[in-house]
């Protein structure tokens, strides 16, 4: 009998331990780099462009015999994720191919026409994480306009959005607030992959002038919509310093917007980023008490006292709650950074997080992509009195973008 419970579980074990979903790069070799063969090709990626067994795929194009990739780009953090987040990047040649690397953040966030010269395809493989301020995607939409304006094809190898694929929050960005961190008029949260993605900005007129380009996208291959990053069986690896784990995407999105302030400390600067909300005033069991009676879906806050070694507060002891997510289906992840700024003004009147942090509007803003959100929320400081503005976009999103569904 024992014997049968040690094979169940060892069977178990080697099921679920298995990769269930080949992304676009994979896919892309299983077919030979068909669509690669007898052309230039240029490569946008980063570290997190890598096969299931973690091979990169500059590695994996340059080695093939039948493609021939003749240059780079990185996005921020470069190709081999060695600059730091806002980081100038110059031009420079990867160690180990010698390929040219052609920065998209330093001089210039699109490519011109000097980079593309002699290129007839560019490919763009980065995992990003399905929040619409996080700059990859905006990489990859003024990619496809310069690939428009020169005539040159973009291939975009697919990968799972660690949000999941039905998870919409969020309100559009507004013209007045485009920016590198919010490039497009989509929600906070998009619920697409990022091939699902490039397929809505080139079909429903998001690009610049609403150009289109001649655009493919490499599918995976086993991913399904309701997926966590966990159930696809790859492995995690970092987005970016501050995305370290499979679950930070999430943490990036519930505190992302109020870290902009540099009045609270997020956890960036210390072991746990996006996932505290805390400062010196702030009394730690107060403020989880106080959130915890609210009985937000799918979350607990938990007092914390930290000294962060770099960034808002660094080398000094601050006090506040680390947020634990308990249920990532249930949770409502935008609202919760105003919930605690609501709480916050109740506890703390003489603290108003707004008039502290003046210099910091126009980020707040772009990140919110409008700033009717913080024109309303710093009134009262209530939820309640943003909530509709807040999500008065996703219905109608929800309804355009059905039809971009590749899963």
Request: aromatic share 14%; proline share 4%.
């Amino acid at each position: 009998m024992k014997i049968n419970i040690i094979i169940f579980f060892l069977f178990c074990s080697f099921i679920f331990g298995q990769v269930k979903v080949k992304t676009g790069i994979e896919v892309l070799r299983d077919n030979n780099f068909d669509i690669l063969k007898n052309k230039r090709i240029g490569l946008v990626t980063n570290p997190t462009g890598v096969d299931s067994k973690l091979k990169s795929t500059i590695d994996i194009l340059f080695e093939a015999e039948s493609v021939n990739l003749v240059a780079l780009f990185g996005p921020e953090h470069g190709v081999r994720g060695d600059y730091a987040a806002g980081e100038y990047v110059d031009f420079y040649k990867d160690e180990k191919t010698g390929l040219p690397v052609y920065s998209l953040y330093g001089k210039t966030r699109k490519p011109n026409k000097d980079m593309l010269n002699g290129i007839d395809a560019i490919v763009y493989d980065i995992q990003d994480i399905g929040c619409r301020s996080y700059t990859y995607i905006s990489t990859m939409g003024l990619l496809m306009e310069a690939a428009s304006e020169n005539n040159i094809e973009i291939i975009v190898l697919d990968r799972p959005n660690p949000l999941g694929g039905i998870r919409i929050e969020g309100n559009y960005a507004e013209p007045n607030f485009i920016s590198f961190v919010s490039q497009f008029s989509i929600p906070y949260v998009y619920g697409l992959t990022c091939g699902e993605l490039a397929n809505y900005l080139n079909n429903e007129g998001l690009l610049k002038d609403k150009a289109k380009c001649s655009l493919t996208v490499i599918p995976m291959e086993g991913w399904k919509r309701e997926m966590s990053f966990e159930e696809t069986g790859l492995e995690w690896v970092p987005t970016s310093p501050h995305i370290p784990h499979k679950d930070s995407p999430f943490y990036y999105v519930l505190s992302g917007i109020l870290g902009e302030l540099d009045v609270i400390s997020i956890g960036v600067g210390y072991t746990i980023p996006f996932q505290t909300f805390a400062a010196k005033w702030i009394n730690g069991n107060d403020l989880a008490n106080n959130l915890n009676s609210l009985n937000l879906p799918g979350v607990i806050f938990r007092p914390v006292t930290y000294k962060p070694y770099y960034a808002v507060y660094k080398g000094e002891t601050i006090n506040g709650v680390q947020i634990h997510i308990t249920d990532f289906e249930k949770v409502n992840l935008t609202e919760i950074q105003f919930y605690f700024m609501q709480v916050h003004n109740i506890l703390y009147p003489d603290k108003n997080i707004f008039e502290m942090s003046k210099s910091r509007h126009h980020m707040f803003d772009k990140v919110s992509g409008s700033d009717n959100i913080r024109k309303l929320f710093s009134k009262n400081y209530k939820f309640d009195e943003i909530k509709e503005y807040l999500f008065k976009d996703v219905e109608d999103f929800r309804t355009k973008s059905k039809k971009y569904f590749m899963y």
